[in-house]
């Protein structure tokens, strides 16, 4: 006997996705005119029959998108997983967001919740380790899926990954020091061996290399506490260093804090650039330069991107840089007379 057509093979036909046919058959709003069309030539085409007693059962969860967070007490994850959601909210979706703490296996208890819970989409920020406890689910679900800001799992064909360029924020902010006149330049924080952490010091070692100095590089964890000790331990083992690049903001705010526990002046005596631009970094004292990731926007794309997947099968390519500029502000710019007028 010939087997019964399923949502699956009305998806391929289409050549949409099948949270896509199950909007349609749910006459959702969300899904443009041409779209819905397709999808119902589709079950014409096949004689696809919709079980819809079936389907009420499911339909409390409809449009609702899972966001997963490594570490929503950092801002930048923050402001991203916040800009996200109401970009959501904005089409009409609902998010249910969950923080994971940098622990795998909470990873994979989460993601497997709302998958249960019968989410459309996840978009995920993760932790490292145990990733195919994580990712091996969604791939049996079949639902969209985006890595964001860290990229863990390699079969980006199926979970394709965003981020800003970090690389090139690293160079900017290297070549600007290089230009104020910094002789010795310091990386700090970060763990080592992590592709983040890499890729954010990539561009710091080719500007370098380009200008014909020698880095030194200080990992650990991305942390105020970290930075507040790094400065310390630069004054004290490395004198000669005269500027800093910092893995993220919250490293660079700990450094202004060491710098003035030791009276050495930021902006004069010791230049500071951060990376992501978080909020707090130009109402710090002095001001910080930071790498600007536009995490608002790229919180707004990411979730445009996984809309337009999930409502009428637009697959992200494989992996999205978006663009990164350098905000120079008083800790790497030096503070003039009138700062406060």
Not at 124 to 139: C, H, L, M, Q, R
Not at 177 to 189: D, P, Q
Not at 294 to 310: K, N, P
């Amino acid at each position: 006997m010939k087997r019964r057509p399923t949502i699956i093979d009305v998806a391929r036909k289409a050549g949409v996705s099948k949270s896509t046919v199950s909007l349609v058959l749910q006459n959702s709003p969300q899904v443009r005119a041409e779209t819905r069309d397709l999808v119902r030539a589709a079950i014409a085409d096949i004689g696809y029959f919709y079980n819809r007693a079936a389907a009420n059962l499911r339909m409390s969860n409809a449009g609702l998108i899972g966001l997963v967070i490594n570490d929503l007490r950092n801002p930048f994850f923050t402001e991203f997983a916040t800009s996200l959601q109401m970009a959501l909210s904005a089409r009409g979706y609902a998010a249910v967001v969950a923080n994971t703490d940098e622990d795998p296996d909470v990873q994979a208890q989460v993601v497997g919740a709302m998958l249960e819970h019968g989410v459309s989409a996840l978009i995920i920020s993760p932790a490292y380790g145990k990733e195919p406890a994580t990712f091996d689910p969604i791939v049996r679900a079949a639902i969209p899926a985006m890595q964001v800001l860290r990229n863990v799992e390699p079969r980006m064909d199926l979970f394709p990954f965003a981020v800003p360029d970090y690389v090139e924020g690293g160079r900017l902010a290297t070549e600007h020091l290089l230009e104020a006149g910094a002789r010795r330049i310091a990386f700090v924080g970060g763990l080592q061996g992590r592709a983040v952490t890499r890729e954010r010091m990539s561009g710091y070692h080719a500007a370098l290399k380009k200008a014909g100095r020698e880095p030194l590089v200080l990992t650990g964890r991305a942390t105020r506490a970290f930075g507040r000790q790094a400065a310390r331990r630069l004054a004290d083992d490395h004198p000669e260093v005269d500027a800093a690049l910092c893995f993220n903001d919250l490293v660079a705010l700990g450094m202004l804090a060491g710098c003035a526990e030791i009276g050495r002046e930021v902006g004069k005596d010791f230049r500071i650039v951060g990376f992501d631009d978080i909020e707090e970094c130009a109402q710090a004292w002095p001001s910080l330069s930071s790498v600007h990731c536009d995490i608002a926007g790229f919180g707004e794309r990411i979730a445009a991107t996984v809309l337009d997947w999930l409502e009428d099968g637009v697959t992200p390519p494989p992996q999205t840089l978006t663009p990164v500029e350098l905000v120079v502000r008083e800790s790497s710019r030096g503070r003039s007379a009138n700062a406060f007028s």
